[in-house]
T-cell receptor, first 112, second 115 residues
Framework: SQQGEEDPQALSIQEGENATMNCSYK?????LQWYRQNSGRGLVHLIL?????REKHSGRLRVTLDTSKKSSSLLITASRAADTASYFC????????????FGSGTRLLVRP | DAGVIQSPRHEVTEMGQEVTLRCKPI?????LFWYRQTMMRGLELLIY????????DSGMPEDRFSAKMPNASFSTLKIQPSEPRDSAVYFC?????????????FGPGTRLTVL
């Protein structure tokens, strides 16, 4: 399956703590992307990591990729209440890179 | 750029009626995607186009659903006849072929309620 599966399904943390979300997939990929969805809104692209990269940073976001384990993680450091949202990973399969299949996401709640 | 534009934002209709959802992708983007999101099934890819041509419609649930892209700046998703189980948020997204990057830009969605 091309779909990414996020873990945990839900995460509740205190403001200022770090949040870690994991993603597993089954196919060979060109890249893997993470998206955020605030309640009632469309998804917003956060970060893309290519298959030949192992780690990438963007502001308070840190993404890792382990292609041998077919897994990725998204770390949000020093979380804020505004980070409350659902987070989705989307692996872009080698044979259909432009098609993304989203999993059920991780619902993150950051308590003030 | 205004981003991906969808209309209407909300639609309430009665069972059996025809529903047409509209999408304007970001100018210059060559891929367009239609998704449906529900609590039960999550975010499902329905169909996507490349250069206005449908590439994969395997996610379209039934013949009641149809999608068109008559030109690079406009696409429609039509449900005829609509049923209560079609109630969902429908998203349109677009992306640009650019090397190995295929970031998708999502519209705000159309919340459809079928009574």
């Amino acid at each position: 399956s091309q779909q990414g599966e996020e873990d945990p399904q839900a995460l509740s943390i205190q403001e200022g703590e770090n949040a870690t979300m994991n993603c597993s997939y089954k196919t060979s990929i060109n890249n893997l992307q993470w998206y955020r969805q605030n309640s009632g809104r469309g998804l917003v692209h956060l970060i893309l990591i290519r298959s030949n990269e192992r780690e990438k940073h963007s502001g308070r976001l840190r993404v890792t990729l382990d292609t041998s384990k077919k897994s990725s993680s998204l770390l949000i450091t020093a979380s804020r209440a505004a980070d409350t949202a659902s987070y989705f990973c989307a692996p872009a399969a080698v044979d259909s890179s432009y098609k993304l299949i989203f999993g059920s996401g991780t619902r993150l709640l950051v308590r003030p | 750029d205004a981003g991906v534009i969808q209309s209407p934002r909300h639609e309430v209709t009665e069972m059996g009626q025809e529903v047409t959802l509209r999408c304007k992708p970001i100018s210059g983007h060559d891929y367009l995607f239609w998704y449906r999101q529900t609590m039960m099934r999550g975010l499902e890819l329905l169909i996507y186009f490349n250069n206005n041509v449908p590439i994969d419609d395997s996610g379209m649930p039934e013949d009641r659903f149809s999608a068109k892209m008559p030109n690079a700046s406009f696409s429609t998703l039509k449900i005829q006849p609509s049923e209560p189980r079609d109630s969902a948020v429908y998203f349109c997204a677009s992306s640009l072929t650019s090397g190995s990057s295929n970031e998708q830009f999502f519209g705000p969605g159309t919340r459809l309620t079928v009574l």
